[in-house]
């Protein structure tokens, strides 16, 4: 059987996330961006989610974070982004040290390929 391998590691995107909507969605499309430039495919449920899902809505907000977390435990690595941990990353990093899912930073992602940091391409 011949083994299926992806071309791009996927990475599930985090941040400290600021609370307003239209920000919060520019942020996470900038940061996804960053993380494809570098040669990974971003998965970032702040990007998406809010697009079906009414996060006032207790069941709903709990099923948004199931959801997270199943997409957290399928990536390899945990990107780390913005300038900021609160305790959403926190639980983030929990859960990919939990199940042995690297965890770095944009920054540190944009270093090793030699682009430099994420601010100097404007995000």
């Known amino acids: ?6 071309k791009r ?15 919060d969605m520019n942020l996470a499309a900038n940061f996804c961006r960053s993380a494809y430039e570098a040669g990974l495919a971003p998965i970032c449920p702040k ?6 899902l009414n996060d006032s809505v207790p069941g709903e ?17 945990l990107l780390v982004c913005g300038d900021s941990v609160d305790e959403d990353v926190k639980n983030d990093i929990a859960v990919a040290a ?17 682009q430099g940091s994420p601010d100097s391409a404007g995000y």
């Open 98 to 114: 939990r199940y042995g899912i690297a965890a770095t930073t944009l920054e540190g992602i944009m270093d090793v390929k030699g």
């Open 9 to 23: 590691p996927l990475a599930y995107i985090t941040a400290a996330w600021s609370g307003i909507p239209e920000v």
């Open 47 to 52: 990007l998406y989610l809010p697009l079906f």
């Open 61 to 77: 907000h709990k099923d948004g974070i199931d959801m997270g977390r199943d997409m957290l435990k399928r990536s390899r690595m």
């Open 1 to 6: 059987m011949e083994e299926t391998r992806m």
